[in-house]
């Protein structure tokens, strides 16, 4: 994206915000988000994303301890702000933004099947007798 498109995009992004009652004045907090976003999966289109590119950058947000809850809950705001008023993806409107929002809250770390059994030999024994 060339700094002029760019700079398009962003403005139009803020104007979007609008329609997501974002309080006048935090606007550029939700596109420092929506651009640690990008950053994040560094090299992949915007157009590309999918369902997994989102969820492995909210669990990878969910792991920093000194995030608040309500920042939280802002950035999965920013995320599908990006994808559902800039983007339009079909898979939007599919995607669980409302439990994303509201499921984890203080001190929840999101992990998955993989690093628990890693953890636990216990659980992977369960797991592969078909136990659990």
């Given amino acids: ?4 498109s760019a700079s398009h995009f962003w403005n139009i992004y803020i104007e979007k915000t609008k329609t997501y009652n974002i309080k006048p004045g935090v606007e550029l907090w939700y596109v420092k988000r929506a651009e640690s976003y990008i950053k994040y999966h560094q090299g992949l289109k915007l157009s590309y994303h999918q369902p997994e590119q989102i969820e492995s950058f909210f669990t990878f947000k ?6 608040k809850d309500w920042q ?20 939007t409107r599919d995607f669980p933004w409302q439990e994303w929002s509201c499921k ?3 001190n929840t770390v999101i992990v998955n099947i993989r690093e ?13 007798n078909g136990l659990s």
């Fill in 72 to 91: 939280f809950r802002r950035i999965v705001q920013t995320i599908e702000l990006l994808f559902s008023a800039m983007f339009k993806s079909d898979w």
């Fill in 62 to 67: 969910s792991r920093q301890m000194r995030l």
């Fill in 1 to 4: 994206m060339t700094d002029i």
């Fill in 104 to 106: 984890w809250g203080k």
């Fill in 116 to 128: 628990i059994c890693a953890l636990s030999p216990f659980i992977l024994y369960l797991k592969t």
